[in-house]
């Protein structure tokens, strides 16, 4: 074997000799015939194989013969193996008991693929995970490899059938890559040229895909071989618009596409012409139309090409169709006219203007024109009447706003207490633009700075989130009430500037410094869901502004609602819904802070208090926030942090449904890291040796929603979300709040669960080295062993991303 891995195949020679002359040799060792097959010299492999004849050997920790042949494409070594006995039918475990006629098709292994079937090897065998050769062949591109097997009989029907679990057939997926011989080989052996995806995707035919991804060469070889250049459910043309490839358009013209041809599906609505208005394309859109497209041809609630164009901002396609005399006036959405479609579009607006829209039909909001006001206020009209979204025409005022056109519609008699749909009022609006003259001229007109909205808070609750802390000075120097409670969400205006994301963490700390220490804003008012400034604070990981409140007396003893005190509950400090303020350092993720209130609360505190659902601040620990810039993972110091100063690992907390969780269900249900598994797992030993069920502690991980978090407890959500479908802005509450969402939002009852509870379990497979970078046989041997050998995309079925060149 020493002399064999060093290469010294003279001295192997000698020993092999000696070795088959003198003893016995049942069975050799299985990196001596392995390397011999993979690498040779094939003498010495035929010594060994007329020593025994053992050329199927089923070796744990090495490579089958007959495989390494096939990888090393050594045709010398393969005959030997065959002349010996060699089955070309079995499978061996080491690769995932895959034949091996799948193995020469994934790597292009010509003459292999030939030899096998020679010998007897079928080429239609699939493997345990559904796959064929012809499969493999063209999924990775081996255009002589599906030429050999389909000249040896091969069933076509492989290119056309998805393999299971998958909705894509081989010969589609083919149409999105630059495999074109691969395409052309299936095709002339009479693949269909017309298969389809088998779910409701789109692009989903051979031809659409080849279009959408504009490979000219692959539309044309389609269309020869008998694709359909029209269809009502798909039509390539509308594909081939969105490539802006011009040669596979007119292609499809000519072949007979309709150029008005419609797909709408879910959210997507067009025409070829609206396409290309979108998109920019004014070549396309011209070659359209001169071919008989109607320029007003329109799609789901009335939006024609001009709408899309306009939408695109791209004011020479809405010159070049309303020089084409596309109707202006068309209503889209019920609402809208192609003029108010131009809010901040202003070239296009200037187009639709200098054409002669109609101005008095179609009032243009936030144009910011005093003069276009003006003439507007000729007519009798209501100045309070406000669109779909709740915006007056105050509301439309845009950034920063024109006093005069504010003064004009103020003196006429316009509202200043009108909010929108989202709850915000004219000044909140200026309050977020940090418009000083505008949110100066209003309190001026006497507005009720201290009127709360339902969602936003009062004027001084806006500001502080912001963190401009001149605005701040001067909604308090206007009569802005600085501890005013907001009902719901956020408390006083120095809980939401603890809170806020908004503006930059040094306004912010300025906000609540001045609100403090200049206009007396009480640091231990409470109110809203998070209870306390200092709760705020904490769930926001600002560690200086939390030092600062407890500097300036933030109680971390005070009684909650239901007067329990500090004897009977241990951290008093509570919100309504039974957060304390280790609950929210926890949440943060900052083991300094976590440090900072146990330090605060040390003799004195329960550390396994509860919050309403049973969560103790160990299982908040176990579920990481993974928003407003803390951890996404379930960190490892803060679990073991409160495990050594006493933490229960075997409390149990409810969800919404009823659901019980352990410290190391929740971890698990997260995604946490092993260690912290491991850690858990060790401290709850106890509750197994009562009699526990280990059972009870498994999850799979939960599906992680990137966008959502949960509108109550901020956290980011996994699994189930419910959401209400009245709210604008869709809010919505996690697995743990969503039994409060009644009693936290009950301003709406329309609520829907959406989502999915866990993540999909599926094998993946690593990415191999080819053989042909290293010499050594541990290469093959080493991969195999873990029966990773494959690289195809499972998760794409088949689709490779080609460099978009055609082969």
Not at 129 to 145: D, E, N, P, S, Y
Not at 261 to 269: G, Q
Not at 623 to 634: A, H, I, L, N
Not at 703 to 715: G, Q
Request: glycine residues 8%; hydrophobic residues 40%.
């Amino acid at each position: 074997m020493a002399a064999a891995r060093s290469g010294e195949f003279g001295i192997l020679d000698v020993l092999l000799k000696y070795a088959t002359e003198n003893f016995s040799i049942v069975q050799w060792p299985g990196f001596l015939t392995s390397r011999l097959a993979y690498l040779g010299p094939i003498d010495q492999l035929k010594t060994i194989l007329q020593a025994t004849g053992d050329t199927n050997s089923m070796d744990a920790d090495y490579s089958p013969l007959l495989y390494c042949a096939i990888m090393r494409n050594n045709t010398t070594a393969f005959g030997a193996l065959i002349g010996h006995g060699a089955d070309p039918v079995v499978t061996n475990s080491n690769w995932k008991n895959t034949p091996a006629i799948l193995v020469a098709a994934k790597h292009g292994r010509v003459d292999m693929v030939k030899r096998l079937t020679e010998a007897g090897a079928s080429v239609d065998v699939y493997d345990n995970r559904g796959r064929c050769a012809l499969w493999l062949a063209v999924v990775t591109g081996q255009h002589l490899a599906l030429k050999a097997l389909l000249e040896a009989g091969a069933d076509k029907r492989a290119l056309e059938v998805p393999r299971e679990g998958s909705a894509r057939p081989p010969i589609v997926s083919l149409a999105s890559v630059p495999f074109l011989k691969c395409l052309k080989l299936a095709l002339e052996f009479g693949a269909d040229p017309n298969c389809k995806l088998l779910n409701e995707e789109h692009p989903s035919s051979a031809l659409s895909i080849a279009a959408r991804w504009g490979l000219h060469d692959s539309c044309r070889v389609l269309l020869e071989a008998g694709a359909h250049h029209d269809a009502d459910d798909d039509p390539p043309l509308i594909h081939a618009v969105n490539s802006g490839k011009r040669e596979i358009v007119e292609m499809l013209l000519e072949k007979g596409a309709r150029v008005d041809a419609k797909l709408e599906y879910d959210d997507f609505h067009a025409t070829p012409l609206i396409i290309a208005a979108q998109r920019d394309y004014q070549d396309l859109a011209k070659l359209l139309i001169d071919r008989g497209a109607g320029v007003d041809t329109d799609v789901w609630e009335g939006n024609t090409a001009l709408h899309y164009a306009i939408g695109g901002d791209n004011p020479e396609v809405v010159k070049f169709l309303v020089d084409l005399g596309a109707n202006t006036g068309q209503i889209q959405s019920g609402e809208w006219s192609a003029l108010q479609k131009c809010y901040a579009k202003v070239d296009c607006m200037k187009v639709l203007l200098e054409a002669g829209a109609d101005l008095n039909w179609a009032e243009p909001d936030a144009n910011n024109s005093e003069g276009c006001t003006r003439a507007l206020l000729e007519y009798d009209m209501d100045l309070d009447t406000n669109d779909v979204l709740g915006y007056t025409a105050l509301h439309c005022l845009p950034s920063p706003a024109r006093l005069s056109i504010a003064k004009l519609l103020v003196n006429r008699g316009a509202s200043l207490e009108l909010r929108n749909n989202a709850g915000k009022s004219v000044l909140d609006l200026a309050i977020m633009s940090k418009d000083v003259p505008l949110v100066d001229f209003l309190l001026d007109k006497k507005v009720d700075i201290n009127a709360a909205a339902s969602s936003s808070g009062a004027a001084l609750h806006v500001g502080a989130a912001t963190g401009d802390i001149g605005m701040v000075k001067l909604l308090v120097r206007k009569g802005a009430d600085v501890n005013l409670a907001h009902p719901w969400m956020y408390g006083t205006a120095l809980q939401k500037a603890c809170m806020s994301r908004t503006g930059t963490a040094e306004g912010r700390d300025a906000v609540a410094r001045f609100l403090v220490d200049e206009v007396d804003a009480d640091v231990n008012a409470h109110g809203g869901v998070h209870g306390s400034a200092l709760d705020a604070a904490l769930l926001n990981g600002t560690v200086e502004v939390a030092k600062f409140l407890i500097e300036k007396g933030a109680d971390v003893g005070w009684k909650d609602t239901w007067d329990i005190d500090d004897d009977s509950l241990g951290i008093a400090t509570k919100t309504n819904l039974g957060h304390t303020p280790l609950h929210f350092a926890v949440a943060s993720g900052s083991t300094d802070l976590v440090e900072l209130v146990l330090s605060r609360t040390r003799g004195k505190t329960s550390i396994n208090e509860p919050d309403e659902d049973g969560w103790t601040p160990l299982l908040w620990a176990c579920r990481p926030c993974d928003k407003w810039g803390t951890p996404g993972q379930v960190k490892h110091s803060i679990v073991k942090l409160l495990l050594d100063r006493g933490a229960d690992p075997l409390v149990r907390g409810q969800t919404w449904d009823d659901k019980q969780w352990s410290p190391l269900k929740m971890a698990r249900y997260h995604g946490a890291t092993e260690e912290v598994v491991h850690l858990l797992k060790k401290a709850s030993r106890y509750g197994r040796e009562k009699g526990e069920k280990e059972e009870f502690h498994a999850s799979k991980k939960g599906v992680r929603r990137l966008v959502a978090y949960c509108d109550m407890c901020l956290f980011g959500i996994r699994g189930l979300v419910n959401v209400c479908m009245s709210c604008d802005n869709k809010l919505a509450f996690c697995f743990k709040s969503s039994r409060l969402k009644e009693e936290l939002h009950p301003y709406h009852n329309n609520w829907e669960l959406q989502g999915t509870e866990f993540e999909e379990t599926e094998e993946t497979e690593e990415e191999r080295e080819s053989p042909e970078s290293s010499p050594e046989i541990e290469q093959v041997q080493d991969d195999d062993a873990e029966g990773d050998w494959s690289n195809d995309e499972d998760d794409t079925d088949g689709v490779i991303n080609g460099d978009g060149k055609q082969d």
